[in-house]
């Protein structure tokens, strides 16, 4: 089963003040460069893999999805979830991606955002969301790049004139990895951008662009605290189609 660190109630007391968390979809600086890799949404029946408080759900459903299905392994989520405005063409359902069975050929879009990481036996999520997908879906996520996701600790070094760097430890040691994010012991694992973009191949997708997120000069002059995020990339953003 995937590690359930978001019904952690101090886990979630710090992801809950999040920007992302507080503010959604407009508060997460890859939001608009994920969205370019996007479908129109217009009569799409769309499933969210790790749905969190349903931000990406409820966007989908106002571009003019048909049916949007939000899967999330945590109790604490889907209550925020919830707890917004609903229809009847959004459903939130309790899901472990780990184990994750669905219909065959019943999406037009599978959409993730920041969470296939935390998936263990990513091939096998890989090869249901392929069988789920129909004719001329896509499927679009994001995940941390492997770079960030492997930094030696402390993670940041500066040197004698100030100059800083993100020094990368055993990049080509995949598997689990646990960290300190919001409180210790998150449990992760480390792919290759190689592993990770032929797992998708193997599994029957062609990948249609690729994208390696840093900050625009636009973003770090409203935001300068993101400028430090020039140094590597954080999150490998990732548009692909079932073959």
């Known amino acids: 089963m995937i590690q359930n660190i978001y019904d952690d109630p101090v886990f979630f007391m710090g992801y809950s003040q999040l920007p992302r968390s507080l503010d959604g979809l407009a508060a997460a600086p890859e939001w608009p460069m994920l969205r370019a890799l996007l479908p129109s949404m217009a009569g799409l029946r769309v499933v969210d893999l790790g749905c969190g408080f349903g931000w990406f759900c409820r966007w989908a459903r106002q571009a003019g999805a048909a049916h949007v299905l939000?899967?999330?392994?945590?109790e604490n989520m889907l209550a925020r979830a919830r707890a917004e405005p609903q229809?009847?063409?959004?459903?939130?359902?309790r899901a472990d991606l780990e184990q994750l069975d669905l219909p065959p050929a019943a999406f037009d879009l599978a959409y993730s955002s920041l969470a296939l990481h935390y998936i263990d036996d990513l091939e096998r999520l890989?090869?249901?969301?392929?069988?789920?997908l129909a004719p001329g879906a896509s499927f679009v996520?994001?995940?941390e790049h492997p770079i960030f996701m492997a930094p030696r600790q402390p993670a940041w070094i500066t040197d004698a004139q100030g100059r800083r760097s993100w020094p990368v430890d055993s990049y080509q040691a995949e598997g689990p990895r646990r960290t300190s994010w919001l409180t210790d012991g998150v449990l992760k694992y480390h792919r290759t951008l190689g592993t990770t973009l032929n797992l998708l191949i193997r599994?029957?997708?062609i990948i249609r662009h690729v994208e390696e997120f840093g900050p625009s000069e636009a973003q770090i002059a409203q935001q300068p605290e993101l400028g430090q995020e020039r140094e590597r990339p954080m999150f490998l953003l990732v548009a692909a189609e079932p073959t």
């Open 126 to 132: 890989l090869a249901t969301v392929r069988r789920a």
């Open 87 to 93: 229809d009847e063409a959004l459903i939130y359902r």
């Open 203 to 205: 599994q029957g997708f």
């Open 141 to 143: 996520f994001s995940i």
């Open 70 to 74: 939000g899967l999330d392994v945590s």
